[in-house]
């Protein structure tokens, strides 16, 4: 244990430090991919990136620090509300990303990639049968307006847009042996839907996209999602199930001969090619052993056999854990991999933020951007209730 202690202070003690100036990325180098929820997600449409319009939006300041020293080559980052055209991420990049936070090197993002996403898009049913229809819940996924908490792609190497596929419209019922919630005052299973509302719902609360990066004469696809939270229903489980097949989808999809049955926006049937490399990004909302997440969720991505997972740990987010006690001395789960600081008393620090490369990419290094608190950079803590991860691989 000491020297598992050593090794993750010194990785702390680096990823605390503003780091090596950014260069241009060379063929065969280490290559650092992350995920971060960054809650860059505002209550109205327009409000994120009138923020982000100027240099002067603490929390977008500090969600820029952070970047700056992880230092990630690529990056998913989640809830970063969606504009179209780009104009917030151009934003962020120009106003924030490029410009040094409190000491730490500016970080340039040559590449980004952002898309729609089904959060806020009606449904035009009542999912949550609360007697209306409209709002939030009863949208594709949960959101006050079309966009809200989207998703973008940074990135130093060429973002391959012309082999992009997104899998928005793909509908849950297409997945076969699909875990639909039900309705437990009725005999029959899987029923909380009726077949009209199976015709028309979408598996993916965000979306998911498979977005290749160009890495010298190699191609990585970054497989980014965020699952709907496994919680905020009922005893018929509608977003614990879902967030369960949205998690399987990726599995799926890069296991040979069991991915035959998704299709892409385009409709280009079929999961990843075995020979690809790939590396998984995003937050999943569901820890191994604890939380509220369906029995086996993120195990299924986890346990998938193409999949390598790393297990990024951090001293902050185990001494955390025992500083804030409440549900976390309760939890199975090691707290040195905790990524989010979630309510003390409910649900507890869980891991429910990945990165997880393919067997095929050599891995280097990993860890979790948490700050032992009481530390110097203690004060990016609370930046977000969720905490960077980063793998870093030679392709």
């Known amino acids: ?101 409190h000491g730490a090197k500016p970080i340039h993002y040559p590449y980004a990639y952002t898309a729609p996403v089904n959060t806020g898009v009606q449904t035009g049913y009542d999912l949550n049968r609360d007697g209306m229809v409209g709002g939030p819940d009863d949208a594709h996924g949960f959101g006050d307006f079309v966009g809200q908490y989207g998703m973008v792609v940074l990135s130093r190497y060429p973002i391959d847009t012309e082999h992009v596929r997104t899998f928005r419209s793909f509908l849950w019922k297409d997945m076969p042996g699909a875990l639909l919630p039900d309705d437990v005052d009725t005999p029959e299973p899987g029923d909380w839907y009726s077949p009209e509302v199976l015709e028309v719902l979408r598996l993916s609360s965000k979306s998911h996209w498979d977005v290749p990066v160009r890495i010298g004469r190699r191609t990585v696809h970054v497989l980014a999602a965020h699952p709907t939270p496994p919680s905020f229903d009922g005893p018929e489980d509608r977003n614990g199930t879902r967030n369960h097949d949205e998690i399987r989808f990726w599995a799926d999809y890069v296991t040979p001969g069991r991915g035959d049955y998704i299709y892409d926006d385009e409709g280009r049937r079929g999961g990843l090619a075995p020979n690809e490399r790939f590396v998984i990004v995003g937050d999943y909302n569901a820890d191994p052993l604890d939380g509220d997440s369906t029995a086996g969720a993120v195990n299924q991505m986890l346990d998938a056999p193409r999949v390598h997972d790393t297990r990024p740990a951090s001293v902050g987010g185990a001494v955390a854990a025992r500083l804030q006690g409440g549900a976390n001395d309760d939890h199975r789960g090691d707290p040195w991999l905790d990524t989010a600081d979630f309510g003390d008393e409910q649900p507890g620090n869980l891991r429910v933020d990945y990165v997880l490369p393919s067997r095929e990419l050599k891995v280097v290094g990993d860890g979790v951007f948490w700050s032992v608190p009481g530390s110097r950079l203690d004060r990016l803590n609370s930046t977000s209730d969720h905490h960077l991860v980063w793998v870093e691989v030679r392709p």
């Open 1 to 101: 244990m000491r020297g598992r202690v050593a090794a993750l202070t010194a990785a702390l003690v680096l990823s605390g430090t503003a780091g090596v100036a950014s260069a241009e990325p060379v063929d065969r180098e280490p290559v650092r991919f992350a995920t971060f929820n960054a809650s860059l997600n505002r209550a109205t449409e327009g409000e994120l990136l009138a923020d982000l319009s100027t240099p002067d939006d603490e929390q977008a300041a500090a969600v820029a620090e952070v970047i700056q020293r992880s230092r990630p080559d690529v990056l998913l980052i989640n809830e970063f509300d969606y504009v179209e055209g780009g104009a917030a991420v151009d934003a962020f990049r120009r106003n924030y990303l490029e410009v040094p936070q």
